[in-house]
C-alpha cells in the first residue's frame, strides 16, 4: 500500500509540474489538457492509458467532444494523493513535452 502524502507534500510535488492542481476536498490531483479536435485527445488518451497499465495506476479520464481531455488521479485505498499519483503526472508530463 502506498503512504498517503499531506496536502503540503502533493502542493510542493506538483510545483514542478505545470498545470496540474490538488484538491484538497476531493483528495485528487488533475489537468485538463486542450487538443486542435476530439481525435487528437483520443490519441493522447491512449498513450495515457498505455502508461497507466505499464505503471499500474489508472486515473479518471474524461474527454470533451470539443478536443479537451481532463486527467484526474487519486489513490482509492487511501483515499488521497501518493507518489503513484505524482509519479502518473510526471509520465503524463513526458509524454507531452516529448
Not at 509540474?17 to 485528487?28: A, E, F, I, R, S
Not at 488533475?30 to 481525435?39: C, I, Q
Not at 486515473?59 to 488521479?73: E, F, M, R, Y
Amino acid at each position: 500500500m502506498s503512504e498517503l502524502l499531506t496536502d503540503n507534500q502533493c502542493e510542493k510535488a506538483l510545483r514542478g509540474l505545470d498545470g496540474w492542481t490538488y484538491n484538497d476536498v476531493y483528495k485528487n490531483i488533475e489537468k485538463t489538457f486542450k487538443f486542435n479536435n476530439f481525435e487528437a485527445a483520443m490519441t493522447f488518451i491512449q498513450h495515457v492509458a498505455s502508461i497507466s497499465v505499464e505503471i499500474n495506476h489508472c486515473p479518471d479520464i474524461s474527454i470533451g467532444k470539443s478536443g479537451t481531455a481532463k486527467i484526474t488521479s487519486t489513490t482509492d485505498d487511501v483515499n488521497g494523493v501518493t507518489e503513484k499519483d505524482i509519479a502518473l503526472a510526471e509520465s503524463i508530463e513526458i509524454l507531452v513535452s516529448g
